[in-house]
T-cell receptor
Framework: DQQVKQNSPSLSVQEGRISILNCDYT??????FLWYKKYPAEGPTFLIS?????DKNEDGRFTVFLNKSAKHLSLHIVPSQPGDSAVYFC????????????FGTGTRLTVIP | NAGVMQNPRHLVRRRGQEARLRCSPM?????VYWYRQLPEEGLKFMVY????????ESGMPKERFSAEFPKEGPSILRIQQVVRGDSAAYFC?????????????FGSGTRLTVV
């Protein structure tokens, strides 16, 4: 049962434009969400997170939006750069005492120079 | 300060052999988590350990898989009698505290291929 879903396996964007990666979840107990970036042959690296008490969190070029009623979050990257080309994973947890994360299947972002 | 170290990076085993995957957490981290990524899928939680204790193994297959985190040395994920379906990337993460999903640091993974 996939509790975190990323329905777009891939996304291509021109350099300088906005990249929008989407994520949906089904478990209403999830209250903490994270985005990870992964390059080939490397482990995931933390990018940005958001707690359910917020609807937006921003860090430089990266902004995450959370819509709790729709159980949907999105990651915006602007402006997109070629170095952003990677696989992006959305992850979620029920933060209180959470031991583990539930990951989506990832979206491969390609930023075209 | 080295990050999470996993070895080997690549491991090839024949069906029926044993696979041992090692994970040394970041300095100061005493909580270790193992995840598995099957081809074309996301990472799936397997087990959470603290020193000398298994805290949560709800994601571990019931047979052939075991994990430990001894008082000294790395955490070990052991797969006995491997089958082709065990071929995957196995990632270890560590954190400095329990419930520290926001403090995870992942290693680069071990890619297991069963032939």
């Amino acid at each position: 049962d996939q509790q975190v879903k990323q329905n777009s396996p891939s996304l291509s964007v021109q350099e300088g434009r906005i990249s929008i990666l989407n994520c949906d979840y089904t478990n209403s107990m999830f209250d903490y969400f994270l985005w990870y970036k992964k390059y080939p042959a490397e482990g995931p690296t933390f990018l940005i997170s958001i707690s359910s008490i917020k609807d937006k969190n921003e860090d430089g070029r990266f902004t995450v939006f959370l819509n709790k009623s729709a159980k949907h979050l999105s990651l915006h990257i602007v402006p997109s750069q070629p170095g952003d080309s990677a696989v992006y994973f959305c992850a979620a947890s029920a933060r209180t005492g959470a031991n583990n994360l539930f990951f989506g299947t990832g979206t491969r972002l390609t930023v075209i120079p | 300060n080295a990050g999470v170290m996993q070895n080997p990076r690549h491991l090839v085993r024949r069906r029926g052999q044993e696979a041992r995957l090692r994970c040394s957490p970041m300095k100061g981290h005493s909580h270790v988590y193992w995840y598995r990524q099957l081809p074309e899928e996301g990472l799936k939680f397997m087990v959470y350990l603290q020193k000398e204790n298994i805290i949560d193994e709800s994601g571990m297959p019931k047979e052939r898989f075991s994990a430990e985190f001894p008082k000294e040395g790395p955490s070990i994920l052991r797969i006995q009698q491997v089958v082709r379906g065990d071929s995957a990337a196995y990632f270890c993460a560590s954190s400095p505290r329990a419930g520290g999903v926001d403090g995870y640091t992942f290693g680069s993974g071990t890619r297991l291929t069963v032939v």
